[in-house]
């Protein structure tokens, strides 16, 4: 599926929102997704540290999203949230989210992406592991009531 991948718009939040609410136990805010969109998908943290949020659209419809972060002294990327619609889950378009912030991290000069993910999450973990990420350690009740699994990738 041809999709693009583009910074949030304010048109998106609503959109982005529904599938956080769908996606996830304890969703983030849709206030936070104003931010982003109101930052253009660019939201600069401090001197070092900046997050972006990117949708991936297809014929105008917000199929998923990605937030991520770049820590340019530390030379290290994060993925903070990634969700596809449900629907079109195991279609490629969280495949292509990442590759996307990826693709920029390494632009970014970068060297190593990090993230968690649910330990119950098997198809999340099965796409992070497909796209050579490396179970590197888990944090202990990280959800409240479920360990985290850390992946990590060096770009």
Request: glycine share 8%; proline share 2%.
């Amino acid at each position: 599926m041809q999709t693009e991948i583009r910074p949030i718009r304010r048109e998106d939040v609503v959109s982005v929102y529904e599938i956080e609410k769908t996606s996830f136990a304890e969703p983030w805010s849709i206030g936070i997704f104003r931010l982003y969109a109101a930052w253009r998908g660019v939201v600069p943290l401090d001197e070092e540290r900046t997050t972006y949020a990117n949708v991936a659209v297809h014929q105008g419809v917000v199929l998923g999203y990605i937030v991520w972060e770049t820590d340019r002294g530390h030379r290290t990327g994060r993925i903070l949230n990634i969700a596809v619609r449900e629907g079109y889950r195991r279609r490629g378009i969280g495949r292509t989210l990442i590759q996307h912030a990826f693709e920029a991290m390494r632009r970014a000069g970068l060297i190593q992406v990090e993230l968690e993910a649910r330990e119950s999450n098997t198809a999340a973990r099965g796409l992070y592991s497909h796209l050579g990420m490396i179970e590197v350690g888990r944090l202990a009740r990280y959800y409240h009531n479920e360990d985290a699994v850390v992946y990590r990738i060096e770009l």
